[in-house]
């Protein structure tokens, strides 16, 4: 059984930080990992999509702002989250494929207000 669990999340002013993580129960080597989020009335936005040597691709709402990282040492996965915006209000969720299978973490709550 896969599990993800996300933490970090949290209240935040704009103009904060936040680390948000991923904790994989098995292990996540040579394998692609993705944050998302959603906002209330919103579909789903993929946020950063993290291959498997650590670079990213990121959504252009986030770009310069947001950066992920991963260990595989410790099947985590990271996103950074500076300069934020009430925008950014949302939860957050990592998602990791495994052998056509897609699996979700229950998500944090990130909300940016002041």
């Known amino acids: 059984q896969v599990q993800l669990v996300e933490s970090g999340g949290g209240l935040v002013q704009p103009g904060g930080s936040l680390r948000l993580s991923c904790a994989a129960s098995?292990?996540?080597?040579?394998?692609?990992m993705v944050w998302y989020r959603q906002s209330p009335g919103k579909q789903r936005e993929l946020v950063a999509h993290?291959?498997?040597?650590?670079?990213?691709n990121y959504a252009d709402s986030v770009k310069g702002r947001f950066t992920s990282s991963r260990d595989n040492a410790k099947n985590t996965v990271y996103l950074q989250m500076n300069s934020l915006k009430p925008e950014d209000t949302a939860i957050y969720y990592c998602?990791?494929?495994?052998?056509?299978?897609?699996?979700w973490g229950q998500g944090t709550q990130v909300t940016v207000s002041s």
């Open positions: 998602k990791f494929v495994r052998s056509g299978s897609e699996y």
């Open positions: 098995v292990g996540i080597f040579g394998y692609v």
């Open positions: 993290i291959r498997t040597d650590g670079s990213a």
